[in-house]
C-alpha cells in the first residue's frame, strides 16, 4: 500500500527515490514491484542518466483505478464507523 500511495502522488518515482522514502532494502522493494507489476498495477522503465542505471516506476492506468477504488473502500469504511460511533 505505501508504494501505491507512493506512487499515486507523483507521476514515477525512481526506484531509489522509493526504496529510501519507505526505508526498504533493495531485495524487499523489488519483491513488491515484481508483485505489482505482475497485476499490471505498475510500469517499471530502465534507462541511463549520467551514465549510471536508473530504474523509474509509474502506476498504471489499472494501477490508478485499483487504488482509487481501495480509498474509497477504505473511506466508506471509516463513515460506517463514525456513523456507529455516534
Do not use: W
Not at 508504494?3 to 532494502?25: P, V, W, Y
Not at 516506476?57 to 480509498?71: K, M, N, Q
Amino acid at each position: 500500500m505505501a508504494i501505491m500511495s507512493m506512487l499515486a502522488a507523483s507521476t514515477e518515482l525512481s526506484f531509489t527515490g522509493l526504496r529510501n522514502a519507505l526505508s526498504m532494502t533493495d531485495g524487499n522493494l523489488t519483491t513488491h514491484i515484481r508483485t505489482l507489476q505482475k497485476a499490471g498495477y505498475v510500469s517499471v522503465s530502465k534507462s541511463f542518466c549520467e551514465n549510471r542505471p536508473l530504474t523509474t516506476c509509474a502506476l498504471t492506468a489499472s494501477g490508478h483505478r485499483a487504488f482509487s477504488e481501495y480509498v474509497d473502500l477504505l473511506e466508506g469504511i471509516v463513515k460506517q464507523a463514525r456513523r456507529l460511533k455516534k
